[in-house]
């Protein structure tokens, strides 16, 4: 059975493939299903019901459909959709990972920051399952 891994990544396509080959590289995914929206970390972190939801129906999609077996929440510098320094980004980032555990899903959850200039990503928190 394919290993698959969740993104739920920004719309921003200079993210998009830095994030999916950094998931699988580190964790042998052979494929990654992402969700993207224009800066996820504010939206997930605003707690707005609707938007969180629909967010969370996509990853559960993923989790119970496609078997995926880690979600990670990723953030960038210069993005559109979350102007915000470095640092509150991967405050949103690890405050996100938080909502996405109390959804208890029998998954690691990733987070990760990516410098568009450099397409370096960067780990800033994990939560194993439970």
Sequence with gaps: MPQFGTAINCMDGRVQEPVMN????????QYVDEITEPGPTKLITSRDP???????AKVLISVERHGSRL???AAHGDCAGNP???EASIR?????LEIIRSWNLPVMIVGLWVDVETQQVDKVGAIEPE
């Design 50 to 56: 609707t938007v969180v939801d629909a967010i969370k």
């Design 92 to 96: 949103q980032v690890l405050e996100g």
């Design 22 to 29: 950094w998931l699988k590289s580190s964790y042998d995914l």
């Design 84 to 86: 915000i320094p470095r």
């Design 71 to 73: 979600v990670a929440l």
